[in-house]
Nanobody, 124 residues
């Protein structure tokens, strides 16, 4: 089992940047597929990015491709989401998620473990 804690959210102006971090507990972190999802008020949770256990496979939602970068440091049990060129429509609660399944996927149901979320607000 793994526990996840996100940090790094906040208020930023459009065009700005934020870096989200996700700290994971557990000795088997390096074997987990990791993902970032977000949920805006009144909307369903949506996929943002995912990274395989080795970092060799990475996928992004079309809405963030070219602006966001997911990465991981298995030695530190950390996953990151670098967000650049932020837009007001990026405003949401961002969640870190972990899956014991090898294949990285965009489906939220693929992930068994979730953090509590961190708020990102982008002002226009």
């Amino acid at each position: 089992q793994v526990q996840l804690v996100e940090s790094g959210g906040g208020l930023v102006q459009a065009g700005g940047s934020l870096r989200l971090s996700c700290a994971a507990s557990g000795r088997t972190f390096s074997s987990y597929t990791m993902g970032w999802f977000r949920q805006a008020p009144g909307k369903e949770r949506e996929f943002v990015a995912t990274i395989s256990w080795s970092g060799g496979r990475i996928y992004y939602a079309d809405s963030v491709k070219g602006r966001f970068t997911i990465s991981r440091d298995n030695a530190k049990n950390m996953v990151y989401l670098q967000m650049n060129s932020l837009k007001p429509e990026d405003t949401a609660v961002y969640y870190c998620a972990a899956s014991r399944l090898v294949e990285p996927r965009a489906d939220a149901g693929w992930y068994s473990y979730w953090g509590q979320g961190t708020q990102v607000t982008v002002s226009s």
